[in-house]
């Protein structure tokens, strides 16, 4: 029963995320391998890092990057390596060029647009205070029901 | 016979809801009264008859009836009954008719309790309600029916997935559309006061009740999620950036953007269409987060059902909804003019701010989200955004929000002295900073990210007790009167706190977790931030519906037992499917993490240990931010406001705003 069991298990779940025998003895090597590893895509999987993913692929790209960095590549390097065999979709942080800017800039861009309106909308309203536009005063309506109302 | 009934009660409620949104609106239009009145009993009806519905699919999923199609699909004789029932939303039939009950319920609950409302804009509210209530049954009955019977019944189902199996996911769903549906809500108020071209301080007190319970949900939703996520996928992370997650955290940061606008429009009367067409976005966004996890355009984790139909079918509902009200806006927002004036340095400016800080990190979370696609189509280029994108351009947004809340939280309404707040909060500045740099000159030499958080809580969590404090006044007894101030100012002092919780837990989190991964045999014995840890035995044991490899450890700082720690590794035989189960001692400064792999073929287990400082100031921090929703909501200001609405045929006045 129990090997029945412990098939079962290996069957259905062939990996797990960084095993131990991955590890490189190197301390040093080791944590710029979980660094880069954080960086690159499972490209099996949906849109899971191949550090925290549990399939075969993702381990296989795992033991490249070490082979890599053992074999004395710089970060940069290991990750040239990795995209030009996979192209930039195993990158989780987009590259800077090109159309990407849009990506980056973003942000940015909209926090610049929204100050800028706001900035507008603020001073207008500060400015409405000083000329009296913008408060129109009460209504013929209202001019009534506050009467109303001071009258107890 | 109960699915029959259920089936027919749900089309019996997209009926029910049809007339709901064409009648009142009609009758508000034209001024008939007896037609608005339709808005009130169609409500109630629609929600009866959507329960029915939903309770019969609860009755067919308990009783494991598998000529259902969907229960057969998702259920198992063996599966405990708390699973049966939370099975009924673990699907995507279920979860939508669990989405149009909650439809129905919001409507149902203006019906019941906005006795304040204006006839003409309950009229219209209730109406709007209807369509999306419409819309959704329509796609139910059209599209996903959960009601298909199977012509040969099976023996047995193919079980629930065993992920969501699980206490913190089962109830994580019901929270999220809580929170996702209470936006409609916002949206339906929105599109009315538009149809009537009126937004006043009233309509802002109404919809902020609304607002404030679905941002509450929202955030009980995503806390669950995410403490789920920490403690079942295995290696402690508590946010992916996923396309699915970020569909839950788009409308979360726009409905807070709301909630802090409807407090504009409630008390200043300015604001107004900004916060008209954040109500519209919020609902926006949750309808793209119903469309993203259901049509498989972006591949995430847990998406649900993936069927391009159903996709076009919400883009279409998403298309009308936002097309219609959006247009509706352009039409009529220039007649919503703002009436309070402000100074430069002003709360209605540091509102603003706040305003448009949350709608940018929105924004960036959106551009983030849907980039891949947009490359793929415009610049054909297949590409991924994840983590590190996010982390780069989202965390600044956050920074910033966090240096000014408490500054914003001090400025009186309508003209500030910026110099006053900032002398009040001179003592938190400061001790704020000490704590950074403490923490800075403990870490050896790491990242900024573990001091900056430490410093933004620490500078959240005092300013809003300076915040507290400096409502009591002047003079003697300031401590009772701390406690008869509004719950309002609890509920905000008590959120901005949680804020700061979770931003310190975060950043020590990703700052200065450790971790060890290695092969122990029975028996042996490692270390790890200073506690020790030896694996006392491991056995297999059965589950009600699983089977399971147990370890026990025995985890010891110095002399004295610290905890044992049982992890497992669950095998789902009817799902195929395993599940590991992490076994976390929980505390206040640490949780200790330990979770059991895969026998090694050289003898011994691949275990896991991490040490995870203040991991429990994330959800602890969601958890007080919820309560600051509870606690202004159950403020008795808008109990007094519905009952003064009451008694006065003018809903508002400029005077009441005051």
Known sequence: MRWLILCLALLASPVWAVQPDEILPDPALEARARELSKGLRCLVCRNENIDDSHADLARDLRLLVRERLVAGDSDEQVIEFVVARYGEFVLLKPITTGANMLLWAAGPLMLLIGAGMGLVYVRRRARAQSDGVGDPGLDADEQARLDQILKG | ?658
């Open chain 2, 1 to 658: 016979m109960f699915n029959e009934l259920g089936h027919f009660a749900l089309i019996l409620a997209f009926m029910v809801a049809c007339v709901q949104a064409v009648v009142p609106l009609m009758g508000a239009q034209m001024r008939r009264p007896g037609w608005m009145a339709v808005a009130e009993p169609a409500a109630t009806v629609q929600f009866l008859l959507t329960l029915l519905a939903f309770l019969a699919l609860t009755w067919a999923f308990v009783t494991s009836d598998f000529s259902l199609r969907l229960v057969w699909a998702n259920s198992h004789t063996a599966k405990p009954m708390l699973y049966k029932i939370t099975g009924v939303w673990g699907n995507h039939e279920g979860s939508m008719l669990l989405w149009v009950l909650i439809v129905a319920l919001f409507g149902a609950f203006v019906a019941w309790f906005g006795q304040g409302l204006p006839p003409g804009l309950k009229a219209r509210v209730l109406s709007v309600q209807g369509m999306i209530g419409a819309a959704f049954f329509a796609f139910i009955l059209f599209t996903s029916n959960p009601f298909l019977r199977l012509e040969v019944p099976p023996f047995d189902g193919q079980d629930l997935n065993p992920l969501l199996q699980d206490p913190g996911l089962a109830f994580h769903p019901p929270f999220l559309y809580l929170g996702y549906v209470g936006l409609s809500m916002t949206f339906s108020f929105a599109v009315a006061a538009l149809i009537e071209e009126r937004v006043d301080a009233a309509w802002g007190r109404w919809v902020r009740p609304y607002t404030l319970a679905a941002w509450m949900f929202l955030t009980i939703g995503i806390a669950l999620g995410s403490w789920w996520a920490y403690y079942e996928l295995g290696w402690g992370g508590f946010w992916f950036w996923d396309p699915v997650e970020n569909a839950s955290f788009m409308p979360w940061l726009i409905s807070a953007a709301l909630l802090h606008s409807a407090v504009v429009v409630e008390k200043r009367e300015a604001l107004k269409s900004w916060t008209i067409l954040l109500a519209i976005i919020a609902f926006g966004f949750s309808m793209i987060g119903a469309f993203i996890t259901r049509s498989g355009v972006l591949t995430s984790v847990h998406a649900f059902a993936t069927d391009p139909e159903r996709g076009l079918f919400l883009l279409l509902i998403l298309a009308v909804f936002m097309g219609g009200a959006l247009t509706l806006f352009a039409l009529r927002a220039s007649a919503m003019q703002a009436k309070g004036v402000f100074g430069v340095s002003s709360r209605e400016s540091m509102l603003l701010i706040n305003n448009i800080l949350l709608g940018v990190a929105a924004f960036v979370v959106f551009v983030g989200t849907i980039w891949p696609l947009v490359a793929e189509l415009f610049f054909d280029r297949k590409l991924s955004v994840g983590e590190p994108f996010f982390n780069l351009a989202f965390t600044p947004f956050m920074v910033l929000l966090g240096l000014i809340l408490p500054v914003g939280a001090l400025l009186p309404w309508k003209r500030a002295r910026l110099g006053r707040a900032i002398g009040q909060l001179r003592m938190a500045f400061g001790v704020s900073v000490a704590i950074g740099v403490l923490v800075w000159a403990m870490q050896s030499g790491r990242s900024g990210l573990g001091p900056v958080g430490l410093f933004l809580g620490a500078w959240l969590i005092s300013g809003a007790a300076i915040d507290l404090w400096s409502r009591t006044g002047r003079g003697q007894s300031r401590v009772a009167r701390l406690f008869r101030l509004p719950r309002a100012d609890w509920g905000r002092v008590v959120a901005h706190g949680g804020l700061g919780v979770s931003m310190a837990g975060v950043a020590a989190m990703l700052a200065w977790s450790v971790e060890d991964i290695r092969v122990v045999s029975k028996g042996d014995r490692f270390d790890l931030a200073g506690y020790s840890f030896t694996l006392n035995d491991v056995w297999q044991e059965n589950g009600p519906n699983y089977r399971s490899t147990m370890a026990e450890f025995e985890v010891r700082k110095g002399a004295g037992q610290v905890a044992l720690l049982h992890p497992e590794k669950r095998f789902y035989p009817v799902a195929a499917m395993p599940t590991t189960e992490a076994a976390i001692d929980n505390g206040i400064l640490r949780d200790i993490y330990v979770v059991i792999g895969d026998p090694q073929a050289s003898g011994g287990w691949a275990v896991r240990t991490y040490y995870k400082p203040l991991a429990n100031w994330i959800w602890g921090g969601a958890i007080l931010m919820a309560l600051g929703g509870g606690l202004s909501l159950s403020d008795r200001r808008y109990r007094v406001a519905a009952g003064a609405a009451r008694r006065r045929t003018s809903p508002s006045s400029p005077v009441a705003a005051q």
